[in-house]
């Protein structure tokens, strides 16, 4: 079992590697450029280039950091990125257990931490305000993520990964929940950070985030940390709304469209006000969510009642 999760964190930081040079290639198109097409053929080599560069580039050493936080909260974020891969039900490894659910989503929860000590550990005024800006968003969109998800629980009724597989085999729940799937990705967009919600790097007025103090191998491990949560973001979406057959080369192709998508906004859209953002959650998508929790549960009772007449 160890072996193969030492074999699943190669494939994902390889993973990363490759979504890193797709979002590179799809932004360069929609802005009518090529994107990285030197290092070898149609650039495949560059995320490895651009690797060597980052974890030989000089360490930087903040005076006034929190020195041992600081550089400790970067390795927490990738592995909580990480960590988040073990409850993927795949049959033949990983810990697919009946509360695997609650487990990714409380993995989930915790990536907040790691971003808000980076941001106090560097005693820096800009990144400390994009800390702060990045866990509102995040406990905001987790909110309403919470209610989103206790619909498809409801649904289901249980908490293990692969029943979502089971209970789609005649119709995706894309289909079934297609309000709230739709404000699941948005939420997830938000959850991850990612345009246009991309407030905790908003680069106008905070430089660069709450990772603005870091260099070298911490920055790697903070961008790989991201880009490991959007390519678990778009496996859950594909487990969750587009069928979820992992055993299907199809589950796979689904997971890179979706990948596509997050890029897609991102090249496609320009970066929301940050009240806006706040008032779509809390005004809009919480509301929504609730009223369609509440709509599923009485559809739930209903066949209940008439199963059990």
């Known amino acids: 079992m160890f072996f193969t999760m030492v074999v699943q964190i190669i494939c994902i930081l390889v993973g990363v590697a490759f979504l890193t040079l797709l979002e590179r290639k799809v932004l360069g198109y929609i802005h009518l450029r090529k994107g990285p097409n030197k290092l070898g053929m149609l650039g495949l080599f560059q995320p490895f280039s651009d690797a060597i560069k980052l ?24 592995f909580l990125s990480i960590l988040l891969w073990v409850g993927v039900p795949f049959f033949s490894m990983n810990l697919s257990f009946n509360l695997s659910f609650l487990f990714i989503m409380s993995i989930m929860s915790l990536s907040v931490y790691s971003i808000i000590i980076a941001g106090w550990s560097s005693n820096s005024m800009y990144a400390m305000l994009g800390s702060i800006r990045s866990i509102a968003q995040m406990i905001s969109y987790e909110v309403s993520l919470i209610l989103i998800m206790l619909s498809f629980l409801f649904f289901i009724f249980s908490f293990k990964m692969m029943d979502f597989y089971y209970y789609q085999d005649n119709s995706w729940f894309l289909f079934v929940f297609f309000p709230l799937s739709m404000i699941l990705l948005v939420s997830l967009l938000a959850e991850t950070n990612r345009s246009p919600f991309d407030f905790a790097e908003g680069e106008s007025e905070l430089v660069s985030g709450f990772n603005v103090e870091y260099s070298s191998g911490s920055f790697a491990m903070i961008f790989l940390a991201e880009y490991a949560s959007i390519l678990f973001m778009s496996m859950f979406c594909s487990l969750l709304i587009l069928g979820g057959n992992m055993n299907s080369f199809m589950f796979f192709v689904k997971l890179t469209l979706v990948s596509f998508f997050w890029i897609w906004v991102r090249g496609s859209f320009p970066r929301y006000r940050y009240d806006k953002l706040m008032y779509l959650v809390w005004k809009c998508y919480l509301p929504i969510s609730l009223m369609m929790l509440m709509f599923y549960v009485s559809l739930i009772e209903m066949f209940l009642i008439n199963l059990f007449k």
Do not use: C, V
């Not at 974890?55 to 990738?78: D, M, R, V, W």
């Open 55 to 78: 974890f030989s580039k000089e360490q930087s050493f903040p005076s006034s950091s929190n020195l041992g936080i600081f550089y400790i909260s970067p390795l927490a974020n990738l």
